[in-house]
């Protein structure tokens, strides 16, 4: 007679992700639109469940609405992680500051659109996600 002991199943990993401009005290505000203004830092919340024991790496990538990679967020995390919170600042061209007080978009244009991130944990894209940048 044969007996097999079978390992309980693991948990998947569940990522999810608020984008927003408002945050205050590293909480977020409530999110009213999907649309963000160019002005101000966006930032990505990020929750986590069922991280497997040990440590990982989290990547957070920003894509904007021409498909450049703006930002590449890497940081070690633990199982007992549950937020993490990164952020965007978008910086016009040089010489646009005097402009800009009369059209918030002067110097923006390629950040004005449909912007992606992609949350990976080891290697393995978890979530996506995308938001509107406007001015």
């Given at each position: 007679m044969n007996m097999w002991?079978?390992?309980?199943?693991?948990?998947?990993?569940?990522?999810?992700?608020?984008?927003?401009?408002?945050l205050d005290n590293r909480r977020q505000g409530v999110l009213e639109t999907t649309f963000l203004d160019c002005r101000r830092q966006i930032f990505a919340v990020i929750s986590l469940t069922n991280v497997p024991k040990g440590t990982h790496t989290l990547?957070?990538?920003w894509t904007d609405p021409n498909g450049r990679r703006r930002e590449r967020n890497v940081q070690k995390i633990l199982?007992?992680?549950?937020?993490?919170?990164?952020?965007?600042?978008?910086?016009p061209a040089t010489g646009s500051g005097v402009?800009?007080?009369?059209?918030?978009?002067?110097?923006?244009?390629?950040?004005?659109g449909t912007w992606n991130i992609v949350?990976?944990?080891?290697?393995?894209?978890m979530q996506r996600a995308e938001f509107e940048v406007v001015c």
């Amino acid at each position: 007679m044969n007996m097999w002991v079978l390992a309980p199943l693991a948990m998947a990993t569940n990522v999810s992700v608020l984008v927003t401009d408002t945050l205050d005290n590293r909480r977020q505000g409530v999110l009213e639109t999907t649309f963000l203004d160019c002005r101000r830092q966006i930032f990505a919340v990020i929750s986590l469940t069922n991280v497997p024991k040990g440590t990982h790496t989290l990547v957070v990538e920003w894509t904007d609405p021409n498909g450049r990679r703006r930002e590449r967020n890497v940081q070690k995390i633990l199982d007992s992680t549950r937020e993490v919170v990164t952020w965007l600042k978008l910086h016009p061209a040089t010489g646009s500051g005097v402009l800009r007080v009369f059209n918030p978009a002067v110097g923006m244009t390629a950040f004005i659109g449909t912007w992606n991130i992609v949350i990976s944990l080891d290697g393995a894209t978890m979530q996506r996600a995308e938001f509107e940048v406007v001015c």
